[in-house]
């Protein structure tokens, strides 16, 4: 129905930046609201960044200043810039969208997940 697929995670050095790119493909007719979160080892899963369909963002208090969340509409696509990483940043992280299918359903996708590893 829907597809969702995430790329540019990778192994990073601390301070480095990596850009991840989340792509939906499908039955879609209007993606809504977008988020990126993230798993690091042995925790829960963690709310990164958000963005509505009108442009607003959050991010959670560890990330601010560092991580930017995007979105280009016109190819269905979500984008989280990663300035300044630190070890701490590793983990999965996940795509969210929150997607209106072209049967006029709401749909809940997920991306499969695209690792980070930052060394110290």
């Known amino acids: 129905q829907v597809q969702l697929v995430e790329s540019g995670g990778g192994l990073v050095q601390a301070g480095g930046s990596l850009r991840l790119s989340c792509a939906a493909s499908?039955?879609?007719?209007?993606?809504?609201?977008m988020g990126w979160y993230r798993q690091a080892p042995e925790k829960k899963r963690e709310l990164v960044a958000t963005?509505?369909?009108?442009?607003?963002?959050t991010y959670t208090d560890s990330v601010k200043g560092r991580f930017t969340i995007s979105r280009d509409n016109a190819k269905n696509t979500v984008y989280l810039q990663m300035n300044s990483l630190k070890p701490e940043d590793t983990g999965v992280y996940y795509c969210?969208?929150?997607?209106?299918?072209?049967?006029?359903?709401?749909?809940?996708?997920w991306g499969q997940g695209t690792l980070v590893t930052v060394s110290s």
């Open positions: 969210n969208l929150v997607v209106l299918t072209t049967e006029l359903s709401p749909f809940d996708a």
């Open positions: 499908g039955s879609i007719f209007r993606v809504n609201d």
């Open positions: 963005m509505s369909m009108g442009g607003t963002t």
